[in-house]
């Protein structure tokens, strides 16, 4: 009946069949793409969201909130640091005393296990937390070169200093050369390791006390008093919350948003973070910092290397090569000097914060120093 139908219309038997089999396939075919290109745009549209979900996700986590993820470990690390200290034992008192180079040699490491928790922690409606730290320290026999009883020949630091301090006034001067006659007090003397780093009595600052007020807070003298079971001075740092680039970042430190202790705006600059952490997103171009109130200043960081972290690629950030040089090369660095002018390149010197006393801070050996400081001290390297 078709067949006739069809030839009737004047079109040869079956084409009518033909045809409507070649559009039905053509149809499918049509629709098969279009299925196909609309999984596929799905497919790129939840890849191309994929690492901005992620990325949100993970820097979610990343904020800082109490009961979070990452509170119990902040507030209490489960990773164990550990702290190298390196000292120097005078080798030569006597030709030192006649005005000779000092010799030293290098002794340690007392490594010291350090454990960190955050006490007073306050949490602010602006996305910030103030926290004070409490270190302890217990020392590692079985990782040290040397016991904390190991005894050594060094400066007798509180003398040494009350000695600088009035060198440029006649009549206390001589007080001072008095009294070392009278109360016999030494230039030079001898400690163990732990009684240099974690305190001793000293009989010229009990006699100094006699006479005035001294700003040195702590009744024992070490090089590390203070900071072993003791509450640090506090910390406000910014959560991440409701911006993740401000991340880790010290707000202030001691109830200061700013420092006092140098000559310039930058060098009072509070900036960077406690090292803990950095905000998310790090590149190799990027100018971290980290501030320390031991330090009394923020230390620049610049990338130095790749390298490998438990199978994962990591930036090594290092402190530049000139974050303790000055002159006319380094104009940013000439805030840290003082009123009397600047220590050599490779020191920082501490005197402005550290209650006037002569102390600087360096690399190891006077690492990237001035040449000259090397050769003041016979045994360095």
């Not at 139908?5 to 045809?19: E, L, Q, R, W």
């Not at 034992?89 to 350090?114: D, H, S, W």
């Not at 040195?216 to 079971?229: A, I, S």
Request: glycine share 8%; net charge neutral; proline share 6%.
């Amino acid at each position: 009946m078709e067949m006739e139908k069809n030839m009737a219309n004047g079109t040869p038997a079956g084409m009518n069949v033909v045809v409507s089999r070649v559009n039905r396939s053509a149809r499918c075919r049509c629709c098969l793409w279009m299925v196909a290109l609309w999984c596929a745009a799905t497919v790129i549209f939840m890849l191309a969201g994929y690492d901005s979900v992620v990325h949100s996700v993970a820097v979610n986590q990343m904020v800082l909130r109490q009961g979070g993820q990452k509170y119990e470990s902040w507030v209490d690390t489960p990773v164990p640091v550990y702290y190298k200290v390196y000292v120097f034992n005078l080798t030569n008192p006597k030709q030192f005393m006649e005005g000779a180079r000092p010799r030293v040699q290098e002794r340690g490491p007392y490594v010291y296990l350090m454990k960190e928790t955050k006490e007073e922690i306050e949490f602010h409606s602006n996305g910030s937390v103030t926290y004070r730290t409490k270190p302890l320290y217990f020392f590692q026999p079985e990782m040290s070169n040397g016991a904390e009883e190991d005894i050594l020949v060094t400066v007798n630091i509180p003398f040494v200093n009350a000695a600088d301090a009035v060198k440029d006034q006649g009549f206390f001067r001589m007080v001072i050369q008095m009294a070392k006659k009278i109360h016999g007090f030494e230039t030079v003397r001898t400690l163990t390791v732990g009684e240099l780093l974690w305190g001793h009595k000293s009989r010229v600052m009990e006699w100094a006390r006699q006479l005035q007020e001294l700003p040195y807070p702590h009744q024992l003298f070490g090089l590390l008093v203070g900071f072993n079971d003791s509450i640090q001075e506090p910390y406000t740092m910014h959560t991440g919350k409701g911006d993740a680039a401000k991340m880790n970042q010290i707000l202030s430190w001691n109830g200061r948003q700013r420092l006092d202790f140098w000559s310039g705006d930058k060098c009072n600059e509070i900036r960077g973070t406690d090292a803990n952490g950095f905000a998310p997103g790090v590149t190799k171009e990027d100018r971290l910092y980290i501030f320390n109130g031991q330090l009394c200043r923020a230390i620049p960081l610049v990338f130095n290397d790749t390298v490998m972290q438990s199978g994962i690629a990591a930036y090594r950030f290092v402190p530049p090569d000139d974050v303790f040089a000055y002159g006319t090369n380094f104009p940013e660095n000439a805030c840290y000097c003082s009123g009397s002018g600047c220590p050599p390149s490779g020191i920082l010197d501490m005197k402005p914060c550290y209650w006037g006393a002569s102390v600087g801070f360096s690399f190891p050996h006077f690492y990237k120093g001035d040449p000259k400081l090397r050769h003041m001290v016979l045994g360095l390297k």
